[in-house]
């Protein structure tokens, strides 16, 4: 099957000073958010490193319309998010549109287009 129009994103980030519980009862509001009103959503993962005090998100959708509905779903999740993390980096995989490029334009993002791939869609 082809990955052709998919969108995934990595995005690492320092959880800030003291806000460790904090970010993850806010990570877990927006996967159920998430779960609860966004059915375009392939993938949608945070993996938190305690000792390190950093996280790393893993998004994935079918195509960037689909990244855009995520974004309104999760909206009003966005704002307390910057005063629990600072994202350091972040990487988008796939064939953004000037829409998806501009959403995340603040975090300098490095933007890798499709050269060639599969998505089997197991998980």
């Known amino acids: 099957m082809s990955n052709k129009d998919n969108i995934s994103w990595l995005i690492s980030a320092k959880i800030r000073e003291g806000k460790l519980g904090e970010a993850k009862e806010h990570f877990q509001k927006m996967v159920e958010k998430t779960t609860a009103d966004d059915e375009l959503v392939m993938d949608y993962e945070f993996f938190v490193n305690d000792d390190?005090?950093?996280?790393?998100?893993?998004?994935r959708y079918p195509d960037n319309d689909a990244v855009m509905n995520h974004m309104r779903v999760v909206k009003d999740l966005l704002a307390p998010l910057g005063g629990l993390i600072k994202v350091?980096?972040?990487?988008?995989f796939g064939n953004a549109d000037e829409k998806v490029k501009k959403a995340f334009e603040m975090w300098d993002p490095l933007v890798s287009p499709l050269s060639?791939?599969?998505?089997?869609?197991r998980g």
């Not at 390190?52 to 998004?59: A, D, F, P, S, W």
């Open 116 to 121: 060639s791939g599969v998505s089997k869609g």
């Open 52 to 59: 390190e005090g950093t996280v790393r998100v893993y998004e």
């Open 88 to 92: 350091t980096n972040m990487e988008i």
